[in-house]
């Protein structure tokens, strides 16, 4: 049986903390024991998670998957996309749970805050309707991805007609966030 290379998160061995905060992929061996604790941020602990929450792929073997769970006060902040000037865009404050566009507070469901987040953060990747409703809604909603449609346009309509097209649909697969190159 061949054996073939998986993916982890490494960090880098580099004395200034700028970089030793910084992390990589690198392929991993079936057999090669990771020591988990090392990856996670201070106060931060983890466990299996749940078989029926991990999604399966057709003639490939289960997936195996972790719950990281990070104290609320020691969570990273979320990026805000930033316009050519380096002005916030749009800001989102997983704090205080509040949203900005070009400074104008944002009157958000928690669901819309959820996905508007999320979306931030992750700027330019594409998400299936699936993912964002096993991301945003979590493992146990039922429902399908016209749900995702729904908050999608709600989203579109609260950032207004100037700032409705930075999230965009890549048709047939789902929706990615693309903060304006220029005005």
Not at 57 to 75: E, F, H, K, S, T
Not at 85 to 100: E, Q
Not at 141 to 151: M, N, Q
Request: aromatic share 4%; charged share 20%.
């Amino acid at each position: 049986m061949a054996t073939t290379p998986s993916l982890s998160t490494a960090t880098l061995n580099s004395p200034s903390p700028a970089a030793a905060s910084r992390q990589h992929l690198r392929a991993v061996d079936r057999d090669e024991v990771i020591d988990v604790a090392d990856l996670l941020p201070p106060g931060a602990t983890w466990l299996p998670a749940p078989q029926h929450s991990l999604p399966t792929l057709p003639g490939q073997p289960p997936m195996i998957g972790y719950l990281v769970l990070v104290p609320a006060d020691r969570q990273p902040p979320v990026p805000s996309a930033r316009d050519v000037d380096g002005d916030p865009l749009v800001s989102v404050d997983a704090v205080r749970r509040t949203a900005a566009v070009d400074g104008r507070e944002l009157d958000l469901t928690y669901l819309e805050f959820e996905l508007l987040a999320h979306l931030v953060a992750n700027p330019h990747r594409v998400h299936t309707r699936d993912q964002l409703v096993t991301t945003v809604w979590g493992y146990g909603h039922v429902g399908d991805g016209r749900t995702v449609d729904v908050h999608i346009a709600r989203l579109r309509r609260k950032l207004g007609a100037e700032h409705r097209d930075t999230i965009r649909t890549v048709r047939r697969v789902g929706y990615k966030y693309a903060p304006p190159t220029g005005r």
